[in-house]
């Protein structure tokens, strides 16, 4: 469903997480966001806590996305792809909008549901991925990373890029692409 299509994705098979994924999923957040707690809207994540699939390249992880399902809505918390270009966050973004496809299925038939995350400021790549995908900007929380720095203190003052690391943006993909209804229950 999603927009965006890579030459090479054929070659990606997604799987869902298991325990056995645990420490590489460990290593792989530590080196890259500083541990295994992720932060969005003012909530700590334990990210090796929540499902999530795997992207295998020949066989070989080639990324992870872990998210969150709650009142019918579904959070994709981390998104991180270590062979970029190969089509493996294409494919890992494609299973988590299923899962949410599938919360909205059981919640509701016919129903909304809403698949969301959220990216800093400073993560252009990151924007320019979902934004490409077909998510939509819908927020911008300022001044949200001064308060996800409470909660974990090793987040950075400079992101990515030596860009000032200080909002929360926050991103949604369309019910038209996840195949729903575009008409949201009160619930969501």
């Known amino acids: 469903m999603a927009p965006l299509h890579h030459d090479q994705k054929s070659r990606v098979t997604v799987r869902p997480l298991t325990a ?6 460990r290593e792989l957040f530590t080196e890259r966001w500083g541990g295994v707690v992720s932060v969005s ?6 990210t090796t806590a ?7 390249l020949d066989g070989e992880r ?8 709650a009142g019918g809505e579904c959070e994709l918390v981390t998104l991180d792809s270590v062979r970029e270009g190969a089509g493996a966050g294409t ?4 299973a988590v909008a299923g899962a949410a496809r599938a919360v909205a299925g059981a919640a509701r038939a016919g129903g909304a549901a ?10 252009l790549r990151a924007l320019r991925f979902y934004q490409r995908y077909g998510f939509d900007l819908v927020a911008v929380h300022r001044d949200a990373v001064a308060r996800s720095r409470e909660l974990k203190p090793s987040i950075p003052e ?3 890029d030596g860009i000032p690391l200080r909002h929360e943006l926050e991103l949604e993909l369309p019910s038209r692409l ?6 949201r229950s009160p619930e969501c």
């Open 20 to 25: 056995e994924d645990i420490p590489w999923t």
């Open 41 to 46: 809207r003012g909530v700590a994540h334990d």
């Open 50 to 56: 929540l499902p999530g699939f795997v992207a295998l």
């Open 62 to 69: 080639a990324g992870v996305a872990t998210y969150r399902i």
């Open 91 to 94: 494919a890992l973004v494609d």
């Open 114 to 123: 809403r698949l969301w995350l959220v990216t800093t400021n400073d993560n």
């Open 158 to 160: 400079i992101g990515l």
């Open 178 to 183: 996840l195949g729903l209804s575009s008409t």
